[in-house]
């Protein structure tokens, strides 16, 4: 069985950077991807992006090309997200998601194992 923990969540000025990781532990399936999805208060959650964990393509969403970059470590069983130009909007709750790999990979009903989630603060 799959086990997620997200770590790295805190509090950074706009404009600034952080990094979140997803240790990832327990029996892990062939060709599956890693996805990080984020919510925030009175907000419904919402995709940030995906890691095909094979062959390290990547998918982000719209408000975050540019910004945000997902990365993978095999030796280290983590999956990282890199945030650069951080914004008061990205302020939200981080989850780090998995399932196999799928083209709809923006919906959360796609992954069927979640972290607790970490908290990212941004201060404008």
């Known amino acids: 069985q799959v086990q997620l923990v997200e770590s790295g969540g805190g509090l950074v000025q706009a404009g600034g950077s952080l990094r979140l990781s997803c240790t990832v532990s327990?029996?892990?399936?062939?060709?599956?991807?890693m996805a990080w999805f984020r919510q925030a208060p009175g907000k419904e959650r919402e995709f940030v992006g995906r890691?095909?964990?094979?062959?390290?393509?990547?998918n982000y969403a719209d408000s975050v090309k540019g910004r945000f970059a997902i990365s993978r470590d095999n030796a280290k069983n983590a999956v990282y997200l890199q945030m650069n130009s951080l914004k008061a909007e990205d302020t939200a709750v981080y989850y780090c998601?998995?399932?196999?790999?799928?083209?709809?990979?923006?919906?959360?009903?796609?992954?069927?194992?979640w972290g607790q989630g970490t908290q990212v603060t941004v201060s404008s």
């Open positions: 998601a998995a399932g196999y790999y799928t083209y709809t990979y923006y919906f959360s009903n796609s992954y069927d194992v």
């Open positions: 327990g029996r892990t399936f062939s060709r599956y991807a």
């Open positions: 890691i095909v964990w094979a062959s390290s393509a990547s």
